[in-house]
C-alpha cells in the first residue's frame, strides 16, 4: 500500500507541479454539453460465422464490405447529453460531477482538477451488475475503473500517465461432460483399460484486465466548438485486454480432463479474437483534449484497425 501511495505521488508531482493550484476548465454548474455517438455497420460474428471455413469467412467478409460501400448499412448515430451537475471550487481543489446519458442509460463521473491535471473516474468506482448468459442464467458482475489523469499542459510528445480497469464474475455452477478412464476387473481377473464420458458438476467464473498504456500526444489541431476554435492536443492509447476463465469440477479426473479441454478452448479463443502472444487483445483509442472544455471526442478503433466507434461534442451551453 505503502508503495502504491508512493507511486500516485510521484505520478502528480511529475504531471502536475505547479505553485498553488490553477485549473483552465471552463465547466460550469448545469451546463449542458450535447454530443453523438456514431457506430459504423458492424460485421456479425456470431457461432455460424466462426464454423465457417476459411473460405466462407472471406465471402462473407468481402460481401460485408460491398454491402456498406454501397450504402445498403447505415452507420447507428445516438445523441449523448451530459450535464454538469455540481461544481466546487477552492484553494486547493476543483470539484465536478457529471451526468452523462447515453441510449437511455445515465452515469456519473467525477472530475477532480489539481494544478492543470484533471483526475476523472466514476462515481461508483466499484460498480455491481448482472447479465444474462445465452442459456438464460443470471450473472452477477463486478467492475473496478482505474482513474484516468489528464495533464491540461500539454505539447506533442508528452506521454499520459496509464491506468487499468479490473472486472469478475461470480462463481456459476452447471454440469459439464468430460472425458474419464478407468479400470475394469471382469469375472476372470482380467484387467481392462476402459474410457468413457462422466457428467461432473463445474464452477465457473471469469475476469478480466484492462490496461490503458502507451498513452501519447501525437498530434495538435484547431477544432471548432459553439462557433469558438479551441486549440486541441490527439493523445493515442493501446488498450489491453485480456479475458480469463477459472473452472474447477467436483474429482480429481474430472478436473484434469477438464483443463486439457479448457487449454484448448482458450488458446482457440485467442486465436478467434486476434490476441497477441501475451493474451491481450490490444485495440485503440484517440482522444481529443481541449484544456478549457476536457476531453471534446474519441475515436475507438478495433484490433485490425477498423473504427468501432466516435464520440464528438459538438455544444456547450
Known amino acids: 500500500m505503502k508503495t502504491t501511495f508512493s507511486l500516485f505521488i510521484l505520478l502528480t508531482i511529475t504531471f502536475c507541479i505547479q505553485a498553488q493550484?490553477?485549473?483552465?476548465?471552463?465547466?460550469?454548474?448545469?451546463?449542458?454539453?450535447?454530443?453523438?455517438?456514431?457506430?459504423?455497420?458492424?460485421?456479425?460474428?456470431?457461432?455460424?460465422?466462426?464454423?465457417?471455413?476459411?473460405?466462407?469467412?472471406?465471402?462473407?467478409?468481402?460481401?460485408?464490405?460491398?454491402?456498406?460501400?454501397?450504402?445498403?448499412?447505415?452507420?447507428?448515430?445516438?445523441?449523448?447529453?451530459?450535464?454538469?451537475?455540481?461544481?466546487?471550487?477552492?484553494?486547493?481543489?476543483?470539484?465536478?460531477v457529471l451526468s452523462t446519458v447515453s441510449r437511455g442509460v445515465a452515469?456519473?463521473?467525477?472530475?477532480?482538477?489539481?494544478?492543470?491535471?484533471?483526475?476523472?473516474?466514476?462515481?461508483?468506482?466499484?460498480?455491481?451488475?448482472?447479465?444474462?448468459?445465452?442459456?438464460?442464467?443470471?450473472?452477477?458482475?463486478?467492475?473496478?475503473?482505474?482513474?484516468?489523469?489528464?495533464?491540461?499542459?500539454?505539447?506533442?510528445?508528452?506521454?499520459?500517465p496509464a491506468y487499468q480497469n479490473y472486472g469478475f464474475s461470480a462463481p456459476m455452477s452447471f454440469e459439464v461432460i468430460v472425458p474419464t478412464t478407468n479400470f475394469y476387473t471382469d469375472v476372470y481377473g482380467a484387467t481392462w483399460l476402459v474410457s468413457s464420458q462422466k457428467k461432473v458438476g463445474s464452477t465457473v467464473s471469469s475476469s478480466m484486465i484492462q490496461k490503458f498504456t502507451n498513452r501519447e500526444v501525437v498530434a495538435q489541431e484547431e477544432i471548432t466548438i459553439n462557433n469558438k476554435t479551441y486549440t486541441a492536443f490527439k493523445a493515442h492509447t493501446e488498450i489491453w485486454t485480456k479475458?480469463?476463465?477459472?473452472?474447477?469440477?467436483?474429482?480429481?479426473?474430472?478436473?484434469?480432463?477438464?483443463?486439457?479441454?479448457?487449454?484448448?478452448?482458450d488458446k482457440k479463443t485467442n486465436k478467434l479474437l486476434g490476441a497477441n502472444k501475451e493474451g491481450y487483445l490490444v485495440t485503440s483509442l484517440m482522444e481529443w483534449i481541449v484544456p478549457e472544455l476536457g476531453i471534446v471526442k474519441n475515436e475507438s478503433y478495433?484490433?485490425?484497425?477498423s473504427l468501432v466507434a466516435k464520440v464528438s461534442n459538438y455544444e456547450y451551453n
Do not use: H
Request: with cysteine; glycine share 6%; net charge positive.
Open 243 to 265: 479475458i480469463g476463465v477459472d473452472a474447477s469440477t467436483e474429482d480429481l479426473v474430472a478436473s484434469v480432463s477438464y483443463r486439457v479441454i479448457k487449454k484448448g478452448v
Open 21 to 96: 493550484n490553477v485549473c483552465v476548465l471552463q465547466l460550469k454548474p448545469n451546463m449542458l454539453i450535447t454530443g453523438a455517438r456514431e457506430m459504423p455497420p458492424m460485421q456479425k460474428k456470431d457461432a455460424a460465422y466462426f464454423k465457417m471455413d476459411s473460405d466462407e469467412r472471406k465471402d462473407a467478409d468481402e460481401k460485408f464490405k460491398a454491402d456498406v460501400k454501397a450504402g445498403k448499412l447505415s452507420p447507428r448515430i445516438d445523441t449523448v447529453r451530459t450535464t454538469v451537475l455540481e461544481v466546487k471550487q477552492d484553494d486547493a481543489i476543483n470539484n465536478y
Open 107 to 160: 452515469y456519473k463521473t467525477n472530475w477532480s482538477c489539481i494544478n492543470n491535471c484533471v483526475y476523472i473516474y466514476p462515481m461508483q468506482k466499484v460498480v455491481q451488475s448482472e447479465g444474462k448468459t445465452p442459456s438464460g442464467k443470471t450473472v452477477a458482475f463486478t467492475n473496478y475503473y482505474g482513474t484516468n489523469i489528464i495533464p491540461l499542459k500539454l505539447k506533442v510528445g508528452d506521454t499520459l
Open 302 to 305: 478495433g484490433a485490425d484497425g
